[in-house]
């Protein structure tokens, strides 16, 4: 897969991981399980990517006598889903137009 496609997915999974409430990173990468591995070294970059993009925001808190890290969707987050959301019907336009001719050979 195109590696500017797939950072743009891989921002967008993140950025649905905590549109609901905020969250950590082991958290984080247990709910996105379901759709994709993600490594830790992968998830924190994406955090700062995002983080400098004002997608989110950070705070630390103490649990276990130990700090972690917050993570808490902005507005700029939630419109950033939302054109995500606007853009895929055009990627599922280009899908069908590039498999279509696969659907009549079969």
């Given at each position: 897969m195109d590696i500017q496609l797939k950072r743009g997915l891989l921002d967008v999974c993140v950025l649905a991981a905590i549109k609901n409430e905020d969250s950590y990173g082991y958290k984080i990468i247990k709910d996105l399980q379901p759709c994709l591995a993600l490594s830790?070294?992968?998830?924190?970059?994406?955090?700062?990517?995002?983080?400098?993009?004002?997608?989110?925001?950070?705070?630390?808190?103490?649990?276990?006598?130990?700090?972690?890290?917050?993570?808490?969707?902005?507005?700029?987050?939630?419109?950033?889903?939302?054109?995500?959301?606007?853009?895929?019907?055009?990627?599922?336009?280009?899908?069908?137009?590039v498999t279509k001719e696969d659907a009549s050979h079969d």
């Amino acid at each position: 897969m195109d590696i500017q496609l797939k950072r743009g997915l891989l921002d967008v999974c993140v950025l649905a991981a905590i549109k609901n409430e905020d969250s950590y990173g082991y958290k984080i990468i247990k709910d996105l399980q379901p759709c994709l591995a993600l490594s830790e070294s992968t998830l924190y970059t994406i955090l700062k990517r995002l983080e400098a993009a004002n997608m989110l925001t950070v705070r630390t808190v103490e649990h276990g006598g130990r700090l972690r890290k917050y993570y808490h969707i902005t507005a700029a987050g939630l419109s950033r889903i939302e054109e995500f959301k606007a853009e895929w019907q055009e990627m599922l336009d280009i899908y069908q137009f590039v498999t279509k001719e696969d659907a009549s050979h079969d």
